[in-house]
């Protein structure tokens, strides 16, 4: 069974940083896309940012590009996100996710319906 926990939320002020850190159990690692998606209070879970297995290529939703850097670690089986001048709309518990069928473009990264195992989340607050 595969486990994903995050690390690394917490609460900071408009224009600060934070990075989280996903670890992954179970083998494998190296083989799967993975992805951070984020859910604000009353929203839905929406894609922040995703990675292929071998790090080489990347995906990031509009209101994040520029700010937000996804990376992974194979040899550790961790995935990263480094987030810079965070905004308030930018609030929301953060989800580790490993997809569990392929995906190749933006349209399939987004799709919350292709990730088979979710982490418990990290909160991340961002007052103004």
């Known amino acids: 069974q595969v486990q994903l926990v995050e690390s690394g939320g917490g609460m900071v002020q408009t224009g600060g940083s934070l990075r989280l850190s996903c670890v992954a159990s179970?083998?494998?690692?190296?083989?799967?896309?993975m992805a951070w998606f984020r859910q604000a209070p009353g929203k839905e879970r929406e894609f922040v940012a995703g990675?292929?297995?071998?790090?080489?290529?990347?995906y990031y939703t509009n209101s994040v590009k520029g700010r937000f850097t996804i990376s992974r670690d194979n040899a550790k089986n961790t995935v990263s996100l480094e987030m810079n001048n965070l905004k308030p709309e930018d609030t929301a518990v953060y989800y580790c996710?490993?997809?569990?069928?392929?995906?190749?473009?933006?349209?399939?990264?987004?799709?919350?319906?292709?990730?088979?195992?979710w982490g418990k989340g990290t909160l991340v607050t961002v007052s103004s």
């Open positions: 996710a490993r997809y569990g069928r392929i995906v190749i473009d933006y349209e399939d990264y987004i799709q919350a319906g292709a990730v088979d195992f």
């Open positions: 179970g083998s494998r690692f190296s083989v799967y896309a």
């Open positions: 990675i292929k297995y071998s790090g080489t290529t990347t």
